[in-house]
């Protein structure tokens, strides 16, 4: 029971992740094993979304028997994002395809959503319906589990009789969760709230020859629940004052300061810790900690870090620099204080120049993390972050990183599946659950597609063909491996373009109330009310909070054109296409209804989709303007 297996280790993220360094160290101190690509010459097996939708199934399972998956005893999977439950059910299906050895999926997802995940456990390939579910999860941190939990599993686990005994065994082990032989009935066993040592806490990756990337905790919700860090999810998430830092102590000094003697070509240490400075007194124990370091390893090492935007002070930054600390990256998200304040967060952006110039004063090179598209984002916000981003890439040299974050494309084949109603509309997932009269029923994950502009849509849709990326869910940052600063300055430099453009005109939402003045009322006239009544269907609010409520009405259609509405439609009053009547409503002008022929004519769509509306069929339209 105790003899050395073989583990394989298999990583859901777009690179190399903490959580594949924390399983891999796990393995090895429990005398296993693992299997991380050396039999292809890789230090690990990670798989991009992106790439995993591109591949197929005969290549998949043929890449996992090159890197010997199909030797392994066990084999571990760490799944942290939603949407990996598009892309989860091929690698599993692959995985037994090869393998009998027991499945064990670990992740935020996985930890919080484990009942869904082990009952909607059927997925379709080909004709054949098939049972894609892991045979354990982790809830939370591995290292409470995977020590009890390994010693009991081998290839023959799932298809011999559990007696008494081991049953047992497995009950006793915290945090799991696990199907009875033959898939009869999940169980989950209570949740342990033993705190994990800070030397189980820290884990230290390497990202190339003169690189080490260090993380003092991680901080997921789990983490919070035990009062310790989780290593199986590389995913950090901020609680503010409740917030739970890990390393209390200098014990990595002694660590770190081996590894940097031993490699004495390593030059820079990069703190992966999204929270650095959200406790001061903290941050300067652990400057502190990072100066010895470099007096210990005989040279003057070179930190980055990552930073709130908030709470960076002046002696914070002193101490920053007396440790050697170069870079900071800022997670800035939204460059607009609109926009911030849709996005509900904390910084404004006085708050964000501040702490850049306070990071000028001790010579650190801020390096700013920002979203070029959300679902909160106008035109407005769009050419505002991109004109930043624009300005921070010099000499083919960025110190700005550019997040691309696609849901649903408009009007791509998976929002064509969605009605365009509610804010939260589910998404049909892959995974199936076997319903009584033996047929299934869809896992849905809820989505927020709707708060999309459609206008911002639109210039997102033309960035992503210049950038060749056609998938519907994506997540990618640059300036990448494959598009240099020099290259994606030019891309910035075109979507200025493209807003400018639009804010002239606000095409699609122009069209929308354009096509709904003349549409509805015989063109007597609509309120702004009755126009976004109209455009929404009347949704229903309660899933919105109060505050937003207040301002924007509802979600979906009603939130994303109250935004503009005034914008919009003072455009079209300026261009004298539409008129302001008695009772604060407004109608079409006969120079509307003529642009409005032009358009249509010049469009020859055959279906005009307007927002919740519904569909006009552009014959229709036709033969009333016409008629008109």
């Known amino acids: 029971m105790n003899s050395s297996k073989k583990i394989g280790i298999i990583t859901l993220t777009r690179q190399t992740s903490l959580a594949y360094s924390a399983l891999k160290r796990i393995v090895e101190d429990l005398g296993h094993e693992p299997i991380c690509g050396e039999a292809i010459g890789s230090d690990c097996i990670f798989f991009p979304l992106e790439e995993i939708n591109l591949v197929g199934y005969d290549f998949l399972a043929d890449f996992f028997q090159k890197v010997k ?6 084999i571990l999977i760490s799944a942290p994002y939603t949407v990996n439950w598009f892309m989860l059910p091929k690698v599993v299906y692959c995985l037994r395809s090869i393998c009998s050895a027991p499945i064990i999926l670990g992740g935020n997802e996985a930890s919080n959503n484990y009942k869904n995940l082990m009952h909607f456990r059927f997925s379709a390939f080909v004709n054949e319906v098939v049972d894609v579910a892991p045979d354990f999860i982790v809830r939370g941190a591995a290292e409470k589990v995977l020590p009890g939990l390994l010693p009991l599993l081998d ?13 047992k065994q497995l009950l006793e082990i915290p945090n799991i969760v696990f199907w009875l032989p033959q898939r009869k009935a999940v169980i989950a066993t209570d ?37 310790g860090g989780c290593l199986f999810c590389a995913i950090a998430s901020q609680f503010g004052d409740h917030f739970h830092c890990a390393v209390q102590s200098d014990f990595f000094v002694e660590d770190l300061s081996v590894s940097l003697n031993k490699n004495p070509q390593i030059k820079y240490v990069d703190i992966w810790d999204d929270t650095f400075n959200i406790n001061q007194d903290w941050a300067i124990k652990i400057c502190r900690y990072l100066k010895t370091v470099s007096e210990k390893a005989g040279r003057k090492i070179r930190y980055s870090c990552f930073l709130r935007p908030k709470g960076l002070s002046e002696k914070l930054v002193e101490q920053m620099a007396n440790a050697n600390i170069r870079t900071a990256f800022i997670g800035a998200d939204a460059m607009t204080d609109e926009l911030s304040r ?38 407005d916000d769009v050419g505002i972050t ?50 009584k009269n033996s047929g299934f029923e869809p896992y849905s994950i809820a989505y927020d597609y709707m708060n999309y502009d459609p206008d911002v849509e639109e210039i997102k849709q033309k960035i992503f063909n210049l950038l060749n990326i056609e998938t519907s869910f994506y997540v990618r940052t640059y300036p990448g491996d494959t598009v240099d600063a020099q290259a994606f300055k030019e891309i910035l430099s075109q979507v200025r373009s493209w807003c400018l453009d639009v804010k002239k005109s606000q095409t699609i939402k122009s069209l929308w109330y354009m096509m709904i003045l003349f549409w509805e009322n015989q063109n007597a006239g609509l309120s702004k009310t009755e126009m976004i009544d109209c455009l929404s269907k009347n949704e229903p609010d309660w899933q919105v909070p109060q505050h937003l409520r207040k301002t924007h009405g509802n979600f979906g259609y009603r939130y994303t054109l109250s935004r503009t509405f005034n914008e919009v439609i003072t455009i079209l009053i300026k261009k004298k296409w539409v008129q302001k009547i008695k009772n604060t409503k407004y109608r079409l002008t006969p120079a509307g209804i003529k642009e409005l022929k032009l358009r249509i004519k010049a469009d020859k769509t055959g279906y005009y989709h307007i927002a919740a509306y519904g569909v006009i069929p552009g014959n229709d339209l036709w033969a009333r303007l016409s008629n008109g």
């Open 386 to 435: 991109s004109t930043l981003a624009f300005g921070c890439i010099k000499n083919g040299q960025s110190t700005v990183h550019v997040h691309l974050y696609t849901y649903p494309l408009y009007g791509s084949d998976i929002h064509k599946l969605l009605a365009a109603r509610d804010n939260l509309k589910t998404i049909p997932s892959p995974l199936l659950k076997s319903d």
């Open 342 to 379: 849709r996005m509900r967060r904390g910084c404004t952006i006085s708050e964000m120049n501040t702490s850049i110039a306070l990071l000028a004063k001790g010579k650190i090179q801020p390096r700013l993390s920002v979203q070029l598209f959300s679902p909160e984002s106008t035109i």
């Open 191 to 227: 949740f342990s709230a033993e705190d994990l040592s800070e030397r189980d806490i820290f884990s230290y990756v390497k990202y190339g020859d003169k690189s080490i990337a260090l993380t003092f905790q991680r901080a997921c919700i789990w983490a919070k629940k035990s009062r």
């Open 69 to 74: 998956l199909s030797d392994a005893d066990v």
């Open 155 to 167: 290839k023959t686990t799932l298809t011999k009789n559990w007696d008494r005994d081991f049953l």
